[in-house]
């Protein structure tokens, strides 16, 4: 049988000979996936960009807390639970249940720590139908015995994370809270966007995590 020349043309939509992908297969998954990547991500991006710049905001709203700028890693923390589970694990585009994150942070909990601790508390709970998408956290050194007796009966719904045992151990300087304690809030990228202290009020952190809550459709 002769062949013609149409017949010895490959298709661009078939396999090839080795049996692997054609390359017009190759560029069509890749668009998939990035679509899926912007379909499933792309609303916490934009929310993001939009908070820190204002960008096509028509609330005008400005920002109660302090923004971290450039925003730190969680990651950079070293942070982990009770467990040895590091606190990085939660977060990002492969978390199961991404949260935001209220973390109060001091070396020594004594009065300041403590109000931010009621604050944290408080702020999630006026959330409302919101609060579960928010988690509650403390990181902190020296604690009174007051507060470790009545720790499980007023913050049993608050994790306590430890330093990682590593000897280079140190609060990112940004944040660091041996100079005050201090309330991050971490987003469910697993980023330290913003920061609040004992100058900051619980109108304030409300203000912000709603207005963050109403633009994020990741966590």
């Not at 090839?16 to 054609?22: R, T």
């Not at 923004?67 to 969680?74: A, G, H, K, M």
Request: glycine share 8%; aromatic share 6%; proline share 10%.
């Amino acid at each position: 049988m002769t062949m013609t020349m149409a017949d010895r043309m490959p298709d661009p939509h078939s396999p090839d000979a080795s049996g692997g992908p054609s390359p017009a297969q190759i560029r069509r998954g890749r668009r998939t996936a990035l679509l899926l990547f912007l379909v499933g991500f792309g609303p916490m991006l934009l929310a993001s960009l939009m908070y820190y710049t204002g960008w096509l905001n028509p609330t005008g709203h400005t920002n109660r807390g302090t923004l971290v700028q450039p925003v730190i890693p969680v990651q950079t923390l070293g942070l982990e639970d009770a467990s040895g589970t590091p606190l990085a694990q939660r977060f990002g585009p492969r978390s199961a249940d991404p949260q935001w994150l209220l973390l109060v942070a001091a070396t020594d909990c004594g009065e300041p720590c403590q109000e931010l601790l009621y604050l944290a508390r408080q702020v999630n709970i006026a959330l409302g139908k919101n609060a579960n998408r928010v988690g509650r956290a403390a990181a902190l050194g020296q604690v009174p015995a007051p507060l470790s007796e009545r720790w499980d009966r007023e913050y049993r719904l608050m994790e306590r994370l430890v330093p990682a045992a590593t000897p280079a151990w140190r609060w990112p300087e940004a944040i660091d809270p041996s100079r005050a304690p201090r309330l991050l809030l971490i987003d469910p990228m697993g980023n330290v966007m913003m920061q609040y202290g004992p100058e900051h009020s619980g109108k304030d952190m409300l203000e912000d995590l709603k207005h963050l809550l109403k633009l994020s459709r990741f966590g």
